[in-house]
């Protein structure tokens, strides 16, 4: 039998799944740059030696990309892109997951599922070029160390001409926007007499009124770092909250 008969789906094209999370602008932004690129020919797949991740010591006799692994790859990066966390380059999805929704998993007749081809595309090619690190632990039950955890490397984004200096530059303003969130979230107290008073004038004076009750409430650390959009959101779900409590 040929090798063209016996491999399963020659074109495995990555799904994400259906009514999942919706993915940060930075997240679509990664899987553009990666969709437009050909990852499996890039010229690092040629260039970067193979380390054994077990010893260090570089692999001699190193299997190179076909043209059926290719294929694998392209898919298997956009799902890893889709599945990462920026903050700490964690794949969050186990290879069967990321084997199943870039098509590579395939049925037996009787019944039993393998994920061989995704699991050696990642130990036997994107691990030893340095494109992941496989993090394996212990598991309870077992004595058996398996890999639970994907970190994509630097090496990993350069497939795709994304450089650190832009990863950084969404990290600061995740990270700035994630802080600004946390205050607008704070907790604040408007007593009874206040919300009386709020529900009964009209909406810019009721504004205001508020505007002053948080002025009182926040730190000026807290109020610079929320900026005027960030005090004018916080403003406007407050008034919300008493419009439509009362």
Same mark, same amino acid.
């Given at each position: 039998?040929?090798?063209?008969? %016996?491999?399963?789906?020659?074109?495995?094209? $990555?799904?994400?799944?259906? /009514?999942?999370?919706?993915?940060?602008?930075?997240?679509? %932004?990664?899987? #553009?740059?990666?969709?437009?690129?050909?990852?499996?020919?890039?010229?690092? *797949?040629?260039?970067?030696?193979?380390?054994?991740?077990?010893?260090?010591?570089?692999?001699?006799?190193?299997? +190179?990309?076909?043209?059926? +692994?290719?294929?694998?790859?392209?898919?298997?990066?956009?799902?890893?892109?889709?599945?990462? /966390?920026?903050?700490? /380059?964690?794949?969050?999805?186990?290879?069967? =997951?990321?084997?199943? !929704?870039?098509?590579?998993?395939?049925?037996?007749?009787?019944?039993?599922?393998?994920?061989?081809?995704?699991?050696?595309?990642?130990?036997?090619?994107?691990?030893?070029?340095?494109?992941?690190?496989? @993090? @394996?632990? =212990?598991?309870?039950?077992?004595? *058996?160390?398996?890999?639970?955890?994907? $970190?994509?490397?630097?090496?990993?984004?350069?497939? $795709?001409?994304?450089? !650190?200096?832009?990863?950084?530059? %969404?990290?600061?303003?995740? #990270?700035?926007?994630?802080?600004?969130?946390?205050?607008?979230?704070?907790?604040? $107290?408007? &007593?009874?007499?206040?919300?009386?008073?709020? &529900? =009964?004038?009209?909406?810019?004076?009721?504004? *205001?009124?508020?505007?002053?009750?948080?002025?009182?409430?926040?730190?000026?650390?807290?109020?610079?770092?929320?900026?005027? !959009?960030?005090?004018? #959101? @916080?403003?406007?779900?407050?008034?919300? =909250?008493?419009?439509?409590?009362?």
């Amino acid at each position: 039998m040929s090798r063209k008969n %016996y491999i399963c789906n020659l074109k495995p094209v $990555f799904n994400p799944p259906k /009514n999942d999370k919706k993915r940060s602008n930075f997240i679509n %932004y990664a899987m #553009k740059k990666a969709s437009e690129i050909d990852v499996a020919r890039s010229m690092l *797949n040629y260039t970067l030696l193979a380390i054994d991740p077990k010893t260090g010591n570089i692999l001699p006799r190193f299997r +190179r990309l076909n043209e059926h +692994r290719a294929c694998a790859m392209r898919a298997m990066v956009l799902a890893m892109i889709y599945h990462c /966390n920026i903050e700490s /380059n964690l794949v969050e999805a186990s290879i069967e =997951k990321l084997s199943d !929704q870039c098509g590579l998993s395939t049925i037996s007749k009787m019944g039993n599922k393998s994920i061989t081809r995704a699991s050696r595309l990642i130990n036997e090619f994107l691990e030893p070029m340095g494109f992941i690190k496989c @993090k @394996k632990e =212990k598991t309870k039950f077992s004595s *058996n160390y398996i890999p639970k955890k994907i $970190f994509l490397t630097p090496i990993f984004f350069m497939l $795709f001409h994304l450089s !650190q200096s832009k990863i950084n530059e %969404y990290l600061f303003e995740y #990270k700035k926007n994630s802080e600004i969130l946390k205050i607008i979230e704070k907790k604040i $107290f408007i &007593s009874f007499e206040d919300i009386k008073i709020i &529900s =009964k004038i009209d909406e810019k004076s009721a504004k *205001n009124k508020i505007l002053n009750v948080l002025i009182s409430c926040y730190t000026t650390n807290e109020l610079t770092r929320m900026g005027p !959009q960030g005090l004018k #959101k @916080k403003i406007d779900i407050e008034y919300n =909250k008493i419009r439509n409590k009362y």
